[in-house]
């Protein structure tokens, strides 16, 4: 069946729509759902909010409440708009995200390898990113992305001082599950899949939707490790033909963090992920080589399973 919207550029308009509805419901929602938990009246609503995004750590149950707070934005924001997108404008099922050609267990065990190995690489795409240096003349606007990125950090540093087996579980979810499957449907599975369709060079829908993906973050510090890790998840959605592959990986992938921080707060590590940068020279490198051999072999992989359908 036929998309219910005109064209590719209508079909992003009215994802756009529901996009921002989503928004503003999810931001509305989120912080009832909060009061309500904090017992807060509805005048001290906005406070809270302040309060929560600026100094998290004077809010009594300051962490779950953050938690509620970014998983019920995120599921409006991204998830449920996709699915009623998909759904009612598309006229299309979940399984129309999946190629004829189901990946095999190889493909899924080469794109969990791929993911764990890029990490090195993409550490010296973040110190890169975060040591960028504007010109004098537009020294008003590095201050204010510097706060908004010092403001994020703070979030980060509060986030990440988990040390149970149930709020790693908590974040798992909030911070791992549900954007592996918002994000991943979103940018990818719709808005890769429309630049495809529209374009003849499918390398180009994927850099672009990278770039789409990063920048959505508003993490200007962040965003060319973050577009690579996108393009990464898309070259993973393009070659294997399953969206659940490029979620496994967006999943590994922020969950191999939360998993190094737990272990890293009950002391089992001594090496912090969040204050570690700097990645010699050498182990750059391999990742960097180790990277495009695995990849070579998951695009080998994909079109055996493809030709033999």
């Known amino acids: 069946m036929q998309s219910r919207a005109p064209g590719t550029w209508g079909n992003f308009l009215v994802l756009i729509g529901f996009v921002i509805v989503g928004m503003a419901v999810g931001n509305i929602l989120a912080i009832f759902i909060v009061a309500i938990y904090t017992n807060t009246d509805s005048g001290g609503a906005t406070g809270l909010l302040n309060q929560l995004l600026n100094t998290p750590e004077q809010v009594v149950n300051g962490w779950n409440a953050m938690m509620i707070l970014q998983g019920t934005v995120h599921f409006f924001s991204y998830l449920l708009p996709c699915l009623l997108f998909w759904f ?166 922020n969950g191999f963090v939360l998993i190094m921080m737990y272990l890293y707060n009950i002391k089992v590590l001594k090496i912090n992920l969040e204050e570690t940068k700097t990645m010699p020279i050498a182990i750059v490198l391999a990742s960097l080589a180790l990277s495009f051999l695995t990849l070579f072999m998951i695009r080998r992989e994909a079109h055996k399973e493809q030709t033999f359908v």
């Open 88 to 253: 009612l404008i598309e006229r299309k099922n979940l399984g129309d995200f999946q190629a004829p050609a189901k990946p095999g267990l190889n493909i899924w065990l080469l794109s969990f390898i791929a993911v764990l190995i890029f990490i090195p690489l993409n550490s010296q795409f973040i110190e890169w990113n975060s040591n960028m240096v504007f010109p004098e003349s537009l020294s008003s606007i590095e201050k204010w992305m510097r706060s908004k990125e010092d403001q994020l950090a703070i979030l980060t540093a509060f986030l990440t001082k988990y040390d149970t087996v149930g709020q790693l579980l908590i974040a798992l979810f909030v911070v791992v599950l549900l954007p592996a499957l918002g994000e991943e449907m979103l940018f990818r599975g719709i808005i890769q899949r429309k630049f495809m369709e529209q374009w003849s060079n499918p390398h180009l829908a994927i850099w672009v939707s990278a770039a789409i993906f990063s920048a959505i973050h508003f993490q200007f510090y962040g965003f060319i490790p973050r577009m690579f890790l996108g393009a990464l998840f898309g070259y993973l959605y393009y070659w294997s033909g399953s969206l659940w592959v490029a979620c496994f990986a967006h999943f590994v992938n």
